[in-house]
Structures are given as structure tokens and as C-alpha cells.
């Protein structure tokens, strides 16, 4: 076996940090689209036209759904589906599904100034959690659970580049 390649999936610069954020994980080619859907709560409703089709697994995204929330099950009434995070309450709006990517690892880099940062379900502070300098040598590689980790500064900001690992 040769040696391990990464593939490029995608950068994100988070310049505001003043509070616990999360990363925005890349996702691949889109499979659905549907307008006039309604959010509320973890429930979608497709509605209007519908192109692709929506499926589990699949990133959901568009106005009031967060970050990194996916496609987990079909509801209970046809054409709806249950999501993995809490949307908030919208009508008429247009939701896309994409692909979800595997990302095997991230290079991360703060910038300006320190950066605290967690992975373990608890957000970090301002002086609570792993310190992250602008002075380190190497940049951060971290390959634990890129959904989990969060990072906050009072005047820093961070530089992402996500990989996948191939052949």
C-alpha cells in the first residue's frame, strides 16, 4: 500500500469567534431542491416544486435550518422528513439536500489572536479549554468529531481546510 494522499474538500474562515461557534461542514452534490417548504421544529414539509428527491442522509439547507443538520427519516405524513437539529418556524421557503461528505480531518490555524476550543458537548470560554496560539509552529490537525468541536476568542479568528483521505 502506498503512502495515504488527502483530497481537498473545502476551506471556511470564521472571523467571529466572540461567542462558542461550530464548524460548517462541506457538503457534496446537491440531490433535491423544493420550494414552498415549511420548517418547524425538527419537522420539514417539501412542498411546491420539488426537483431531485430528498432522501436520509442527505445536508438539508436554507433559511432557519442550521448548520450541519441532515436528513434522519421520513415523517409520518408524505413529504415530510425528520432533521437532526431544531429549525426555526418557516413558510414558504426553499430547502436544498446535498450529498453528505465524509471529512476525515481538519487543518485548523488560528489567526490574530488565541483560540480556546472543546469537543467535548461543552463550550468553550474565553479562558476554559485547549489554546490554540497564532504563534504555534504546526497548524492544528484535528481528525475527532468536526460536529462536536467549538471555538471562541475575543478578537481571533480561526482558518479551516477539510480533507478526505484517499488511496
Request: charged share 10%.
Amino acid at each position: 500500500m502506498g503512502p495515504l494522499r488527502a483530497a481537498p474538500l473545502g476551506f471556511q474562515q470564521i472571523t467571529s469567534l466572540s461567542s462558542a461557534v461550530g464548524l460548517t461542514l462541506p457538503y457534496g452534490v446537491q440531490q433535491a431542491s423544493g420550494t414552498s417548504c415549511n420548517l418547524s421544529g425538527k419537522v420539514l414539509t417539501v412542498g411546491g416544486t420539488v426537483t431531485g428527491a430528498f432522501g436520509v442522509g442527505q445536508v438539508a439547507v436554507g433559511t432557519g435550518i442550521p448548520a450541519n443538520t441532515y436528513i434522519l427519516s421520513p415523517g409520518s405524513v408524505a413529504g415530510t422528513w425528520n432533521l437532526s437539529n431544531s429549525a426555526s418556524s418557516e413558510t414558504g421557503e426553499t430547502v436544498t439536500g446535498y450529498a453528505q461528505v465524509e471529512v476525515d480531518f481538519a487543518i485548523i490555524r488560528a489567526t490574530v489572536a488565541t483560540v480556546y476550543w472543546r469537543d467535548d458537548g461543552t463550550a468553550p470560554t474565553g479562558t476554559v479549554g485547549m489554546a490554540m496560539l497564532t504563534t504555534d509552529v504546526q497548524p492544528f490537525d484535528y481528525y475527532g468529531d468536526l460536529g462536536a468541536i467549538q471555538f471562541i476568542s475575543a478578537s481571533g479568528a480561526i482558518s479551516v481546510s477539510y480533507y478526505k483521505l484517499v488511496g
